[in-house]
């Protein structure tokens, strides 16, 4: 089983960009799909963004996030990055990264669900001000 360790949150204007970093333990990395999630106080964790390795890297993104944020990974570092472009505050939150097996032959919507996911890093803050 993997373990994650989440960086690179912090406090940004808005239309500002960053870029969150979670590296991972374990020797099956590539095998896992690695999904971004974010909680802001009061509110539920949501779907961020998710990316598999499956031959190629495929990528699925909330709705609120698309053309703004780009999910990537680095199989041979153990890492997925969030690349955050265009920041509102309402972007503002704990964001985490997720891990598990990824489910081949189901697609990718499953990722959207945070229950899919069995391991998860401690999260890091981003704050965008106004």
């Known amino acids: 089983q993997v373990q994650l360790v989440e960086s690179g949150g912090g406090l940004v204007q808005a239309g500002g960009s960053l870029r969150l970093s979670c590296a991972a333990s374990?020797?099956?990395?590539?095998?896992?799909?690695m999904g971004w999630f974010r909680q802001a106080p009061g509110k539920e964790r949501e779907f961020v963004a998710a990316a598999i390795s499956w031959g190629a890297t495929y990528t699925l993104y909330a709705d609120s996030v698309k053309g703004r944020f780009t999910i990537s990974r680095d199989n041979a570092k153990n890492t997925v990055y969030l690349q955050m472009n265009g920041l509102k505050p309402e972007d503002s939150a704990v964001y985490y990264c997720?891990?598990?097996?990824?489910?081949?032959?189901?697609?990718?919507?499953?990722?959207?669900?945070?229950?899919?996911?069995?391991?998860w890093g401690q999260g890091t803050q981003v704050t965008v001000s106004s």
């Open positions: 374990g020797r099956t990395f590539s095998s896992y799909a």
């Open positions: 997720a891990a598990r097996p990824h489910r081949g032959g189901d697609g990718l919507g499953y990722l959207k669900g945070r229950y899919e996911y069995d391991t």
